[in-house]
């Protein structure tokens, strides 16, 4: 005599039931009312009917799964009696004996075996859910959460992945929160690479959030330098310069100098430039190209000079502070270097003064360099500032002083360069 062979179905009941389904078990009195409520369900889904038509014929006992989404996220993450925990489990098991087969179910079991402290059981539970339909928020976070716990990082992105590509961006900014927390696991960055991708919808949301609100910049630029290649679109170069900023600021150069080469859009050799040049002045991210404070008070523009490109700094009377200012990188000889300029013009004020002031940013470097106040030097004066030896990245800053009186202070200069001591004497005079 053949057997016959159960269906998955019937099999994945069983198995969340823990037992076969008896008529004893059916007629318990603790689930009566739960299969009351779901059974009218049942015999609307299985006969093919619509189910607004049922409505009119029992409108008090048409179910609403909202319910039990509502009732499975009261006892999510809190501390419930063992009594209720059991209550929870039967009741949803009730349902599933008289309803057809869902996630929805399946996950309430779940949730009520974990608050008994069934861990083994839940993970179970939660799998099967998960099988049954992706498309369940709460279980794929559950199973995130708890592969996470597990250590088990590829896993608990996975189930990340299917939460954020099912749900809107509101219903999923806590899932981006958490990924961007777990930036700082090694493990985490690691398998979190793969997402780094054009093709993936939420990376943009992601990438966003990490770069403006990760504990360290370090840690999204290691991220970053993990994946294959960086998405590019005019949104995201605004977040990776957010980045490139924070890394400079949180000293964290070393990032900072793997990861500019690989930013969408940026130049290697305007790192190592001074000089007023299209790249220079455009094509990249700032601090590595020339920036220049942005309000009615002080700022800077590149200036057509009789030398070609020049850099305009101006400062309003009254006020004093960092009108432009760009990263170098000078080459790794261990020899000092020398940074040259020309004063092509300017207007004063009464105490105005402007400024060169470079900070290597490396270990035991001098804390600051800085040069004469350019407003007292000749026009078309050629001037130079020494840079010490070991200084392998610098900031070179504009400060300037509006001074008093009615107009601004304002300062040009150009044929900016940096040398290496020895390789090409220029005639300059020091201004220090």
Request: proline share 6%; charged share 25%.
């Amino acid at each position: 005599m053949q057997r016959r062979r159960r269906s998955p179905a019937k099999w994945a009941k069983e198995q969340l039931l823990g037992i076969r389904i008896s008529r004893g078990f059916v007629g318990a009195a603790v689930v009566a009312a739960p299969i009351a409520l779901f059974s009218f369900f049942a015999v609307a889904a299985n006969s093919g009917i619509a189910i607004p038509l049922f409505r009119a014929a029992g409108p008090s006992l048409y179910p609403d799964f909202d319910i039990l989404d509502k009732r499975d996220a009261a006892i999510v993450g809190k501390k419930i009696t063992p009594a209720k925990a059991r209550e929870h489990v039967a009741e949803s098991r009730a349902l599933l004996v008289s309803a057809p087969l869902s996630s929805t179910v399946v996950r309430s079991i779940a949730l009520g075996r974990d608050a008994l402290g069934d861990k083994q059981g839940a993970a179970r539970s939660m799998a099967i859910a998960s099988r049954l339909s992706r498309r369940d928020g709460l279980t794929q976070m559950w199973l995130a959460n708890a592969a996470l716990r597990k250590e088990d990082a590829q896993e608990g992105f996975r189930h990340f992945d299917t939460f954020l590509r099912t749900y809107s961006p509101a219903e999923t900014q806590v899932a981006i929160e958490q990924m961007v927390g777990a930036l700082r696991f090694r493990e985490a960055r690691v398998e979190l690479a793969p997402y780094v991708s054009a093709s993936n919808p939420w990376y943009e949301r992601f990438i966003g959030v990490a770069a403006g609100r990760a504990p360290k910049a370090a840690d999204v630029a290691d991220l970053l330098l993990r994946a294959k290649s960086i998405p590019d679109n005019p949104y995201l170069r605004g977040y990776y310069a957010t980045l490139f900023e924070r890394l400079i600021n949180e000293k964290a150069y070393a990032e900072a100098l793997r990861l500019y080469p690989r930013l969408p859009g940026a130049k290697p050799g305007v790192l190592r430039a001074v000089a007023a040049t299209p790249e220079t002045l455009s094509v990249g991210y700032a601090p590595a190209i020339w920036s220049f404070a942005d309000d009615v008070d002080r700022g800077g523009a590149p200036r057509e000079t009789n030398n070609g490109i020049g850099l305009e700094f101006y400062a309003q009377a009254d006020t004093i502070g960092i009108s432009g200012q760009k990263l170098i990188q000078f080459p790794a000889t261990g020899k000092p270097q020398t940074f040259y300029w020309t004063v092509a013009e300017q207007e004063t004020n009464s105490g105005s003064s402007a400024r060169w002031k470079l900070n290597c940013l490396g270990p035991k470097q001098p804390a600051e360099i800085q040069s004469v106040n350019l407003m007292t030097v000749q026009p078309e004066s050629r001037l130079r500032m020494a840079v010490p030896a070991g200084c392998e990245i610098a900031v070179l800053r504009m400060e300037m002083a509006g001074g008093v009186g009615n107009n601004m202070a304002r300062i040009v200069v150009d044929r900016l360069r940096t040398e290496t001591d020895g390789d090409s004497p220029v005639k300059a005079r020091t201004a220090r």
